[in-house]
């Protein structure tokens, strides 16, 4: 367990509307991740996070946004949600020479 | 380019027989890491083994192995005496040098009892 915490776990939202999710980790990671997970594409980087205000794009930024105002907090943002914005999204952070733990996971359906 | 390659998309077994996984990477850089994770049907992931690039150990943990041959690119995942509680989805993932994760698209393993 490498103390992150995702939030909402589940979100219903609708066409157009703004939607961020949060991930919180409690032990001082410098790298976090976003990835979106879809049925036949595996885990697929959508953003990342080097350090406080330190963020890059992964292979399916389009239409995501980030901010890493402080160590323990990631945020990812959909400005106007979309219907192929719909997954599950996983956040992550590196433990132990390039290891990646991942949070719970957050079911977001948009409608 | 880098890519990961699982190309079993599905394998159904019967409890107690033997399954391998297969995992093909490409990568130019010498310095790389694989990874193997764990998808069980409650949806987290779950982190099984490392191994680096200068490492071709094979390693055995209980009834999991892994084969790691860089002279063919492959990082196989081997499950003996496969139990119901096997079912899962499995990814193998590369990180080449960077820290930025390639991973296949992932392989379901299905184990009937």
């Known amino acids: 367990d490498a103390g992150i915490t995702q939030s909402p776990r589940h979100k219903v939202t609708e066409t157009g509307t703004p939607v961020t999710l949060r991930c919180h980790q409690t032990e001082n990671h410098r790298y976090m991740y976003w990835y979106r997970q879809d049925p036949g594409h595996g885990l697929r980087l959508i953003h990342y996070?080097?350090?406080?205000?330190?963020?890059d794009k992964g292979e399916v930024s389009d239409g995501y946004s980030v901010s890493r105002s402080k160590t323990e907090d990631f945020l990812l943002t959909l400005e106007s949600a979309t219907s192929s914005q719909t997954s599950v999204y996983f956040c992550?952070?590196?433990?132990?020479?390039?290891?990646?733990?991942f949070g719970p996971g957050t079911r977001l359906t948009v409608l | 380019a880098q890519k990961v390659t699982q190309a079993q998309t599905e394998i159904s077994v019967v409890e107690k027989e033997d399954v391998t996984l297969d995992c093909v990477y490409e990568?130019?850089?010498?310095?790389?890491?694989l990874f193997w994770y764990k998808q069980p049907p409650s949806g987290e992931l779950v982190f099984l083994i490392r191994r680096n690039s200068f490492d071709e150990q094979n390693e055995i943990s209980g009834r999991y192995s892994w084969n790691f041959q860089k002279s063919t690119s492959s990082f196989n995942f081997t499950i003996t005496a496969s139990q119901v509680v096997d079912s899962a989805v499995y990814f193998c993932a590369l990180v080449p040098g960077t820290y930025k994760y390639i991973f296949g698209t992932g392989t379901r393993l299905k184990v009937l009892a």
């Open positions: 996070s080097y350090g406080v205000k330190d963020t």
């Open positions: 990568t130019r850089d010498t310095t790389y890491y």
């Open positions: 992550a952070i590196i433990h132990r020479v390039y290891t990646q733990y």
